[in-house]
């Protein structure tokens, strides 16, 4: 079994920045993402790390204003957000599998409760 505990959400206007952070207890994992779900809305994919490799990977919609990173120490995975549009508006979700990494929430076997994060015009 793998825990992970997200934190960091909050309200913050066009253009400031946000850091989440994904804690994680329990069995080692391959990859950790972050997903995103705006009201009415799918869940959609925003950055994931491969644990291990560090490899990095983003949506199109972020890139070059999130960054995902990790602690190993810590066992913490964050995504620095900058530059928040009201668009980025949504419930961040943290994924985690011990096998496989993808695009999709439904390919990680493991996921937090979310963080809210409400970007204001």
């Known amino acids: 079994q793998v825990q992970l505990v997200e934190s960091g959400g909050g309200l913050v206007q066009a253009g400031g920045s946000l850091r989440l952070s994904c804690a994680a207890s329990?069995?080692?994992?391959?990859?950790v993402a972050w997903f995103r779900q705006a009201p009415g809305k799918d869940h959609d994919f925003v950055s994931a790390?491969?644990?291990?490799?560090?490899?990095?990977y983003y949506a199109d919609s972020v890139k070059g204003r999130f960054t995902i990173s990790k602690d190993n120490a810590k066992r913490t995975v964050y995504l620095q957000a900058t530059n928040l549009k009201p668009e980025d508006t949504a419930v961040y979700y943290c994924?985690?599998?011990?096998?496989?990494?993808?695009?999709?929430?439904?390919?990680?076997?493991?996921r937090g409760r979310g963080t809210q994060v409400t970007v204001s015009s």
């Open positions: 329990g069995r080692t994992v391959f990859s």
């Open positions: 994924a985690a599998d011990e096998f496989a990494m993808g695009r999709d929430i439904r390919q990680f076997e493991y």
């Open positions: 790390i491969l644990w291990n490799k560090g490899n990095t």
